[in-house]
């Protein structure tokens, strides 16, 4: 069945960095969509940054973190990660991983048909 598992939450000082993992399995890692999403305590979850399954390295930024957040993925390891720089307050919330395996998510919409992980907190304080 399809697992995704987070690593690397923590807690950290406002303009400082973090870096997520997340780790996919059982499904073609290669050929899904994979995002970060977030949720805060008493809001919706949002979605942070996506990346294409092809090759061109097409990738989607929630405008709260553009130039501060960087995605990558590795196919070769089944492997997601968000670099977080410029960390802030606001950037507090639970992190998830996310994989679009069957096709036809709406990008960084979370009511869509993802596979999610477990969650990884962040905490940034000022």
């Known amino acids: 069945q399809v697992q995704l598992v987070e690593s690397g939450g923590g807690s950290g000082q406002a303009g400082g960095s973090l870096r997520l993992s997340c780790k996919g399995s059982g499904y073609t890692y290669r050929r899904a969509y994979m995002a970060w999403f977030r949720q805060a305590p008493g809001k919706e979850r949002e979605g942070v940054a996506g990346?294409?399954?092809?090759?061109?390295?097409?990738?989607t930024y929630a405008d709260s973190v553009k130039g501060r957040f960087t995605i990558a993925r590795d196919n070769a390891n089944n492997a997601l990660y968000l670099e977080m720089n410029s960390l802030k307050p606001e950037d507090t919330a639970m992190y998830y991983c996310?994989?679009?395996?069957?096709?036809?998510?709406?990008?960084?919409?979370?009511?869509?048909?993802?596979?999610w992980g477990q969650g990884t907190q962040v905490t940034v304080s000022s």
């Open positions: 990346a294409n399954s092809d090759s061109s390295e097409s990738y």
């Open positions: 996310a994989a679009d395996c069957a096709g036809g998510v709406n990008g960084l919409d979370a009511t869509s048909n993802y596979y």
